[in-house]
């Protein structure tokens, strides 16, 4: 047992909304009060928290981690000379295995002067592994010898369709690789193994930790599972993780018989995930209007409601829930009326009315926005995306964009807010998150005091719900995680700023001083 005292504690719980003194015991919380329980247990363990806050551990209700754990891994070539590059690249080789793939990416030769890099260049920081790193416009990539003889390229190799082969006078490729020929390369990086990305996770988990984050809810595929698995079998896994399935393996799912909730505390099969549409940025999200740099153009509808209410038949027939991503506001218009008819037919056949999410939501047309709570669909968004879109969903929306990152119209309506980063497009930092939900300001403060679209701003609490409570909701664990109430599971974190009274500009620079899971500090300062 385990008394936590003298601290802040928010509990999220509306019956005890503070609490002073919290008793921990096997990784469940046991009570929750004030000097009172400092009387009631004599013989435990106790641990004065000087007056620190504890908050619930946080979740990140949209994350990939596969692709956050690789991307770690990559260098960053964002450097000013071609010498910064090579020293960073020796830099990550004294901890990569011999034969290991390198990664980088970033470069950019006009940054040094224009002239291009070569592989030998490389291969002398890079002997003994092959070594791709991609340019800043993705359009290139420089590789050492090592990777050319490997991928096969030499004097011989044609040019394939649309790509192209740098030689040099005597016709010897230098190691430059454009448009389709990076391909060359990139099809004979091996796949990281099961292992290989168990070993990656378990390495960045303790960064996630530091963060605040005690659960994720992840959207990666077959490997990241794989690796889930591992760690959860050797006991390594102190990170509560809900694990989608891609649509592509709903058939399989639903011919073994898996369903949604499946799992323990630390792994549990979340929802089968979807798409709806494409995105913003290269104006794929489905509208209802065109873009207004493209007038003919109102993006690529994916899944009608027609589409997702047949999916979604086989789904909740056999206990899966679904999550779908859909960014435009046609696509989350579809998404809504699909998921309408799902909870018609599953009060029709008496299923149980289960836990359906939209990815995303970034536009939402003001009609539909009511009906969301009417029909318990559950908003998944990512605040932090706010700060990266605002200038294009100004520029592409025009008089539209008020309808986009509408946290407080969907709030208003009753419907459920759980919140993500979709690291690595961001990063997982939840009181990023925290700050862009409740102030609508980019870290510099960009686009003044009030934030944009300021009437969209959260609160402080009902955005921490969406980092908390909702994710357990969504999760169904609601009545076991999500908030410090006796019963529930010991995930919580020390900071040393109150979220409630500062200055909203300083919760993004909020960090835990120490972070428990499952009863155990498993990360202090
Ligand atoms: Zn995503």
Redesign the pocket.
Known sequence: MRLLHNARIYTLDVAQPMATAIIIDSGNILAVGGDELLDECGRTEREDMNGQVILPGLTDA?I?LQEYALSLRIVDCEVETKDEVLRRVSGIIRETPRGDWVRGHGWNQNDWGGEWPTATDLETATPENPAYLTAKSLHAAWVNCTALRLAGINPSTPDPVNGHIQRDGNGIPTGILFEEAVKLVESVIPEPTPEDLAESIQNIIPGLWRMGLTGIHD?DKRTCFQALQLLRERGDLHLRVVKSIPFESLPDAVGLGLRSGFGDDFLRIGSVKFFADGALGPHTGAMFEPYVDEPQNRGILILDNEQLFDHGRLAVENGLSLAV?AIGDRAVHEVVEGFTRLRHYEREHKFPSLRHRI?HVQMIHPDDAWRLAEFEIIASMQPIHVLSDMLMADRLLDDRAANSYAWRTLAHSGARLAFGS?AP?ESPNPFWGLHSAVTRRRADGFPGPDGWFPEQRLTVREALEGFTMCPAYLSGMEHRLGRLSPGFLADLIVINTDPFLCDPTELRNIQPTATMVDGEWVWHL
Request: proline letters at 0%; zero cysteines.
């Open positions: 949209h990939h959207f991503h990815e979709d497009v």
